[in-house]
């Protein structure tokens, strides 16, 4: 049994494969450049958090709001005349 499963793909990883991937990114990164990985690697996942609760709310936003309502075609159709004083010559172009 699995104390820390983390879900990857179908499959848990538990405290011992943590631990293993912990210390490859120590030996590649250094324990100096790893502090500031971890902490951009942060920020990075609490702005994807932000965006995906904002993108939420928009959409909840968006079915709370009554359509806008509708206006009745009217009977009559409104046409654009030519005026009366225009040539009828053909463009040239």
Do not use: C, H, W, Y
């Not at 405290?15 to 502090?35: D, S």
């Amino acid at each position: 049994m699995n104390i820390f499963p983390v879900a990857l793909l179908g499959e848990a990883f538990g405290a011992p494969e943590l631990l293993l991937v912990f210390v490859v990114a120590l030996i590649l990164f250094g324990p100096k450049n790893l502090p500031k990985i971890a902490r951009n690697l942060g920020r990075a996942l609490e702005e994807f958090r932000r965006a995906t609760r904002d993108v939420t709310d928009e959409i909840m936003r968006s079915d709370q709001e009554p359509p806008p309502p509708q206006i009745p075609p009217t009977s009559e159709a409104k046409t654009i005349e030519k005026p009366k004083d225009a040539p009828n010559e053909p463009r040239r172009s």
